[in-house]
């Protein structure tokens, strides 16, 4: 029995009861070769826990940017766990986002979730028109939950995948992807792994839902359902990153970002028990890949939340500029200018993503797919431009500086204090306390986040041109120049291609 589903459900309001209500669970977590005994007071995993519970101490210092009336309890709720039905809503997504990537130079962990949600509420709408099931009741009384508890759900789709030339029914081992292993009356029994899944043991519920496109002899991977974190079966092996270990060296210098960080681990299912209830998919394999192509045109615009990450390193390379007292140079504006250009042309395509969401047949809107694919792949490379400058204004310090022991020490301390100053206005400690923190985000732990979660987080690169190549309306684009070209002429009232579809209808807002 899961420790969550025993409990009351008492509503979450703030990120100390956050962090609370994560204490004693009984969580099979891996880290070093040995068992943790409790998460939340690990060194290693509290900055994590930290992060997450920002996204509700934001919800209670602006309600309005962080927090929505629930329409299915009427109370307010994060707005990681809202359904959105307008524009509107996905934009204020991409506000939230920004504004905890500043507030916490990180990974907060949520948006997984939350697009899983939005993602689902559609697909088990169209899935019951299709196939006459219950799945979108079902997912609403789930939802219904969340809402009341104002829990945090992740989402679980990436499977380890095996051979990547094959499909899930024909890898030598079956469990490469996540499947039911077993029916019964109750519900289904579920075995596999997913890979590098984002604040999984900082969630109270887990979705799992399929990693991509499947055929019909790969029904039993076409599993998508909810289950507590805790639930008996389920083993997580915390994954490292760079320069972690810091954060269990005492001090708080050398880390960087002492109070914030990210969480990937492996999660493992060993006949995990999903009831009927909390099943809204089951063998219908021919929605697994609109399911991933919402998510993933969710999530790809998510990655708003680097602008807010990158608003922090491009102050904190102004900062050590300042420091080191080259303001004054030309080259050293211009760098700041070129680093404030690339982390806007981030926000910009996310944000017009969002503002050009449009209705899905449930009401649940989406987000346009073309600008979230945009967005996205500028994330796999902007955020190592801007990374580079932040490290070509720090200087090599960056990358040499002596401990925070060192710096505390007796005898060599006052050495350090005296030749690492730079301009008087400022403490040693103060300098190195900012290259600190820019070495942390382009070499150490939340470069993990800024950096090669960039890359690879919502589908690497070539994923997202795969999509701009599918939508790309090339036919329309060669009419419009053979018209120019006066090698063929207009439609008799005017229009280029009569029925235009896809990304063209929604900029014409044709749909
Ligand atoms: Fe959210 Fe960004 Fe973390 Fe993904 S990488 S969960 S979008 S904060
Ligand atoms: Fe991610």
Do not use: W
Not at 57 to 81: C, K, M, N, W
Request: net charge neutral; hydrophobic share 35%; with cysteine.
């Amino acid at each position: 029995m899961s420790t969550i589903e025993g409990t009351d459900l008492r509503k979450i309001t703030d990120g100390r009861q956050y962090i609370d209500s994560l204490r004693g669970r009984k969580l099979k977590v891996f880290l070093f070769g040995e068992m943790v005994e409790e998460p939340v007071d690990h060194p290693m995993i509290r900055p994590s826990i930290n992060a997450l519970a920002a996204t509700y101490d934001l919800a209670v210092e602006q309600p309005e940017l962080a927090s929505v009336v629930s329409p299915f309890t009427g109370e307010r709720i994060s707005r990681f766990l809202h359904v959105c039905t307008s524009a509107d809503d996905l934009v204020m997504q991409n506000k939230m986002q920004r504004k905890l990537g500043q507030k916490t130079g990180t990974c907060f962990q949520r948006c997984v979730g939350m697009d899983a949600f939005n993602a689902l509420y559609s697909v088990t709408f169209e899935m019951d028109e299709q196939y006459a099931s219950a799945y979108h009741r079902r997912f609403k009384d789930f939802l219904t939950l969340m809402h009341r508890g104002n829990f945090v759900v992740g989402g679980a789709m990436t499977d380890v995948k095996g051979d990547r030339g094959l499909p899930p029914h024909l890898q030598q081992d079956p469990d490469l992807f996540v499947r039911v292993v077993e029916r019964t009356a109750a519900g289904v029994y579920i075995s596999g792994a997913k890979a590098h899944q984002t604040g999984c043991i900082n969630s109270h519920y887990m979705v799992v839902m399929p990693t991509m496109r499947l055929g019909n002899r790969d029904k039993d991977y076409a599993i998508v359902g909810a289950v507590p974190v805790d639930a008996p079966g389920i083993t997580y092996i915390y994954g490292r990153q760079s320069c972690d270990t810091r954060s269990m060296e005492g001090g708080d210098i050398d880390v960087g970002n002492a109070r914030y960080g990210g969480q990937e681990a492996m999660v493992i299912f060993d006949r995990v028990f999903i009831p009927s209830k909390y099943i809204f998919m089951d063998g219908e394999y021919d929605f697994a890949a609109m399911l991933v192509e919402r998510f993933t045109t969710y999530h790809r615009r998510s990655y708003v939340c680097k602008s807010g990450v990158g608003d922090v390193l491009i102050g904190a390379a102004a900062a050590v500029a300042e420091m080191n007292g080259v303001t004054k140079a030309s080259h050293i504006k211009d760098k700041l200018i070129q680093m404030t250009h690339l982390n806007e042309t981030i926000y910009g395509t996310g944000i017009a993503s969002s503002y050009q969401g449009y209705p899905t047949k449930s009401g649940c809107y989406l987000c346009d797919e073309m600008l979230s694919n945009v967005c996205k792949h500028h994330v796999t490379k902007m955020p190592y431009d801007i990374g580079r400058f932040a490290q070509d204004l720090a200087g090599g310090l960056v990358a040499t500086m002596p401990s925070e022991k060192d710096l505390n020490h007796p005898e060599i301390g006052a050495l350090l204090q005296k030749y690492l100053r730079g301009k008087a206005d400022f403490t040693t400690e103060e300098r190195v306390r900012m290259l600190r923190l820019i070495e942390n985000m382009t070499l150490g732990r939340n470069a993990v986040g800024y950096l090669t979660e960039s890359m690879h987080g919502a589908g690497s690169p070539q994923a997202q041109r795969i999509q701009i190549g599918r939508m790309m309306q090339l036919e329309y684009k060669k009419r419009l120049a053979r018209i120019l070209a006066g090698i063929e002429t207009e439609n008799e009232n005017g229009t280029v291609i009569e029925e235009l579809t896809g990304y063209f209808a929604r900029v014409f807002k044709l749909v």
